[in-house]
């Protein structure tokens, strides 16, 4: 038995053969024996086959994982239609007698190339395209197709890197999971794979001896085992049957409202902390992004990241949720959550100290730069801001004012945004308090319940001494809930929870007596929760 | 001939779903189509998607649109038209 590690994108257990994927060698003739004008109708007819092929991968594309994801597919045909890429192919047939397919991969290179020195990163990426384009067409024209998954039995696929049209194009009954050597776990093939439940691994070293054997593709553990042993096969089978039987109960769950026996409904949205999380929100089915955590985007950053950069994240994270709801929670450093480059000093009491909004309002350009992304970003889909750790009338009038400055500049500029519906967090036993006055301000609160647990009963989560005196449901915290909804309710809030409580199953029946109108889980726990809301009822009295 | 001048506002600038979307536009019409960058360093028929995107147009650029030959008056109106809906 060998062990080999990787970095999982989704968790799951794929059990069988490998099958080492090798892209088609494109070993083609460079000199054609036949005339310049036979080559090109041989282009032109494999071009015509190209495009059927591409219409069905976005008609497939389409079903599986919605019009946003298929759009690449639409791309790549009007690419392939592009003149002077039809021209540089023709040049070449013409002048150097060449075949149709040497001509082909040639531009296509050429072209990639220039793609691959612009300056822009959107544009860079376009080189993988024109090449992807262009091997399909030389496939088509050498007969050459995708080899691997043309056998029969199903298999583990292990290849260097797949393109978005391989990860579509391959069959799925065949498909068991894949292993790559490249790529990352934000890459649109990664997205693709988790939409479509695949258990995978990326960055994983392997070699040719691997084709044909027996594996255990261990999503959970982020590794592979090559030749298992039979005790870990027997473990793994079952875990697997387990893993399905529990899918199967809730792929049915699919669509369905979250609504109780009697007719109540409420939103249930996902917790994402990553775009990477993003296949696993369309993949559970959530209504919608209740808390996008956008601090990760300066704690992988080795400085402040830029209005771009941000902009390119909540763009691609806006775009795959095609339209459906995403509330992106401002900046949350400090704490616990620490970036060297913010040069923030130590403190006695972080958990009471310069974060959040703080820091925010105080380094206004940071702010104002965050701001400004996620505003473009608007024009893309439905988006919502919300604001953490507020205690004061005041922190939310600023904040908003900083809002309405970068409305008003990207107006200027002649930069599209969109609508942006304003929320804060509600965390602090201030905040409760003073409910009725914020919630004038805003149009939603989001219960942020770890925080607010933690300050109102005066108890670091954190210290194992204290589990003793740890309630979760302490009858004042549900208390500050409660209130929070009632003062929402009164002045046109929707309120919402995104701390862990919301996945407190033992507390749903209480949320939805409360009134709460949404929330927001664990990608992994919507499912669950979705089938609890649709076995309550609430005509019935509580059990108490 | 005539000409037009255009604020980019689409925030990737000219990507490639708009780019492919003024091609086909632009291939239905009986003028020549023209997109200069405002420096004058390039430009490019509309009719080509890979050389439109090759240009590397950002948002809040702003180009110049000339048609030429055909009805162009109304060819001018359409393309502004489309300017305006899709980037």
């Known amino acids: ?17 490998l099958r080492i994927y090798k892209k088609a060698e494109t070993q083609t003739k460079q000199t054609s024996s036949l005339s310049p004008e036979e080559e090109w109708a041989r282009f032109e007819e494999a ?38 890429y039809l ?18 991969e040639t531009t296509g290179e050429n072209f990639s190339a220039a793609f691959a020195a612009m300056e822009d990163e959107y544009m860079r990426a376009r080189a993988t395209d024109v090449k992807d384009i262009s091997r399909r067409v030389v496939n088509i024209l050498t007969g050459q197709g995708d080899a691997a998954m043309q056998d029969d039995k199903p298999a583990i696929l292990v290849a260097d890197d797949l393109t978005p049209s391989e990860t579509v194009q391959l069959d799925k009954s065949k498909l068991l999971g894949f292993i790559t050597r490249y790529g990352s776990s934000n890459s649109h093939t990664a997205i693709l794979a988790r939409t479509m439940n695949i258990p995978a691994l990326i960055g994983v070293d392997f070699d040719d001896s691997w084709d044909g054997q027996l594996a255990v593709l261990d999503g959970y553990n982020h590794c592979v085992y090559i030749d298992p042993a039979q005790e870990l096969l027997t473990a793994m089978e079952e875990k697997r049957k387990a893993d399905l039987k529990q899918e199967s109960l809730l792929q049915g769950l699919k669509k369905k409202p979250n609504v109780t026996l009697d007719g109540r409904e409420i939103k249930v949205y996902a917790n994402i902390g990553n775009t990477s999380d993003v296949g696993l929100v369309l993949q559970n089915d959530a209504q919608g992004i209740g808390l996008f955590r956008s601090e990760f985007i300066y704690l992988e950053s080795e400085d402040f990241p830029t209005e771009e950069q941000q902009f390119l994240i909540y763009k691609r994270v806006v775009e795959t949720m095609a339209g459906k709801k995403v509330i992106i929670r401002t900046l949350d450093i400090g704490a616990d959550k620490q970036a060297g480059y913010f040069d923030l000093a130590k403190e006695e009491n972080p958990a009471l100290g310069y974060r959040a909004i703080r820091i925010c309002l105080t380094r206004k350009e940071i702010f104002k730069t965050q701001l400004r992304a996620i505003l473009r970003a ?6 919502s801001i919300m604001f953490p750790m507020i205690i004061s009338l005041r922190e939310v009038r600023d904040a908003k004012e900083l809002l309405e400055e970068c409305r008003a500049e990207l107006k200027k500029q002649g930069i ?11 965390e602090t036993p201030a905040a409760v308090m003073i409910a009725e006055e914020l919630a004038e301000e805003v149009q939603f609160f989001s219960l942020g319940t770890n925080d607010l647990t933690q300050y ?17 449901h302490h009858p004042a915290v549900l208390r500050m809930i409660r209130h929070t909804v009632e003062a929402g309710h009164r002045h046109g809030c929707w309120v ?34 979705r089938k609890l809301i649709r076995s309550i009822d609430l005509s019935k009295a509580p059990e108490t | 001939m005539k000409q037009f001048t255009y604020t980019i506002t689409d925030p990737v600038g000219v ?73």
């Open chain 1, 1 to 17: 038995m060998q062990v080999s590690t990787g970095k999982s994108i989704l968790n799951g257990i794929a059990i069988g053969p």
């Open chain 1, 47 to 84: 071009k015509e086959k190209a495009q059927e092929q591409l219409a069905g991968l976005y008609d497939k594309a389409l079903d599986e994982v919605g019009e946003d994801n298929a759009a690449i597919f639409e791309i790549h045909q009007m690419m392939l239609d592009d003149d002077d």
């Open chain 1, 87 to 104: 021209e540089a192919i023709k040049g070449i047939i013409d002048t150097q007698g060449a075949t149709a397919e040497y001509a082909t």
């Open chain 1, 378 to 383: 608007s024009a893309f889909g439905t988006v």
């Open chain 1, 416 to 426: 599209a945004f969109g609508e942006v519906e304003i929320g804060i967090m509600i």
């Open chain 1, 456 to 472: 109102t009963l005066a108890i670091d989560r954190q210290n194992p001494k204290l589990d003793n005196f740890y309630d979760p």
């Open chain 1, 496 to 529: 919402g929870i995104c701390g862990e409580l919301g996945a407190d199953q033992k507390l749903t029946e209480t949320f939805l007596r409360m009134g709460l109108d949404e929330l927001s889980v664990s990608p992994a726990a919507i499912l669950p929760l």
């Open chain 2, 15 to 87: 990507h490639a779903r708009p780019a492919g979307l003024l091609a086909k536009a632009a291939k239905g019409l009986d003028s020549t189509v023209t997109i200069t960058k405002a420096d004058g360093s390039k430009s490019a028929a509309a009719t080509k998607l890979m050389a439109l995107m090759g240009m590397g147009i950002k948002t809040g650029e702003t180009v110049t649109v000339t048609v030429e030959g055909g009805d162009e008056e109304a060819n001018a109106a359409a393309m502004e038209q489309f300017f305006k809906e899709n980037l």
